[in-house]
């Protein structure tokens, strides 16, 4: 019997594969957002990847990233300085394995310097009437870092450094995948390829493993998802603060996609992680909560940017203000 199709029927096929493309059932990805305070960005807490394996081909990604920090505080062993900038430009690669499996690496650059963000949030404090913290008792555009920890002194860096940070190799395997949700469990090791006198890495080699869980539409909006995650990274011992430093940290993120079109998706997102340094001073990587505002353009099915701002929920243990730009590209 031979099929007739009708206008109608045409028209009705047409609108079920654009709200496909507009809406689909996948979960958005999460925001790939680090810690980056001076002490905290030294260890192997991983970025957020997704509840989605590659099933084929290859993901090449391009972070710039900078924050800027303004913090300082003493106790009875323990006095810690920070004034400066850190900017990272991170090359990563994903690609498909065997059969639901992925691997994927991180090479970052890491560049503390002076900065030139310390006018824009001097000016905007100003506007908006809010405390600057002493900020307008440095001068702009300067780089201090200090630390002392029981009469020694764990770094003094007043000059601009940069060199190549700690390597990041990690494999995913996706436990399930159905239209509605996703599942996948990760494993990361991060290299001692930096340098600690530098901070651009810890001397030590860190292993993490997680497990990150993504829904599609949300309440039945067909707009908006969710992605979760959680896990433990084991710290190896490494050169800053050596005996103040944990053995292990717990890490988690929460976050919401919502489709605002076919191209544009709008994201939140907390970030948490615990003590990684005992020092008694939130400045020396102490827990984090981190709160970030961003948005994901999708300039193809394989291309795409993101833009992200980062801000500290919990006062002095990261950065107070972060930004970060991605371009991503996704080829079979």
Known sequence: MAMSFTAPTI???VMLATVGFMFPSAAEAPLHIRNLSPAAQLYGVPRALGADVLEAGYEMTFFTEFANSWSSDIDDDTLAFFDG??????YGYRRALADRWEFAVEVPY???HGGFLDRPIDEFHDVFG???DGRDLAGQGQLDYYVQHDGSVAIDMQRDTRDWGDVRAQIGYQLHSDADSALAVRAMVKMPTGDSDQLTGS?????ATWIEYGRSSLFGNARASLNAGAGMVALGKGEFLSDAQE???GF???GLGFRLSSRLVALGQLNYHSRL???GLAQVAEYAVQGTLGARWHWNDGLYSEFAFVEDVKSDSTSDVQFQLVLGARLN
């Open 11 to 13: 028209r009705g096929a």
């Open 85 to 90: 900038e850190i900017e990272v430009l991170t």
């Open 110 to 112: 890491v560049i503390h």
């Open 130 to 132: 809010f405390d600057d």
């Open 203 to 207: 001397d030590g080699t860190d292993v």
């Open 247 to 249: 053995d292990f940290a």
């Open 252 to 254: 988690a993120h929460l």
């Open 277 to 279: 340094i005992d020092t």
